[in-house]
């Protein structure tokens, strides 16, 4: 029903920025975007983790991680997700992965989820490395 492309992925210093997009392609006979949307990410060895996501009413969750440092936006005309990384870590460093799903509920209306399992389409990754 949708397919996500991410980009903007590379190698950067610690203390440096990068801004990851990501493309929702909605299938033609979808007439709605994707209610959840959110960036996450997996480090050799670690779990996927969720690391901001936002709804389409425009509210955001941030990991305890990502607060103060990272921000998520989506530009629905363009039907992009963004996530501005700033204050770059070595701790950062994973693939990173843009997620969406089209369930509504009143819980996720309140608190986007940061759970990986409340996601079913999943974008194939771009990579981010922090160097020291």
């Known amino acids: 029903q949708v397919q996500l492309a991410e980009s903007g992925g590379g190698s950067v210093q610690a203390g440096g920025s990068l801004r990851l997009s990501c493309v929702a392609s909605?299938?033609?006979?979808?007439?709605?975007?994707?209610?959840?949307m959110g960036w996450f990410r997996q480090a050799p060895g670690r779990e996927r983790e969720g690391v901001a996501t936002?709804?389409?009413?425009?509210?955001?969750t941030y990991a305890d991680s990502a607060k103060g440092r990272f921000t998520i936006s989506r530009d629905n005309a363009k039907n992009t997700l963004y996530l501005q990384m700033n204050s770059l870590e070595p701790e950062d460093t994973a693939m990173y992965y843009c997620a969406a799903d089209f369930r509504f509920s009143a819980l996720r209306r309140i608190t986007p989820s940061l759970l990986p399992s409340d996601y079913n389409y999943w974008g194939q990754g771009t990579q981010v490395t922090v160097s020291s």
């Open positions: 936002t709804n389409s009413d425009g509210k955001t």
């Open positions: 909605v299938a033609s006979d979808h007439n709605y975007r994707p209610y959840l």
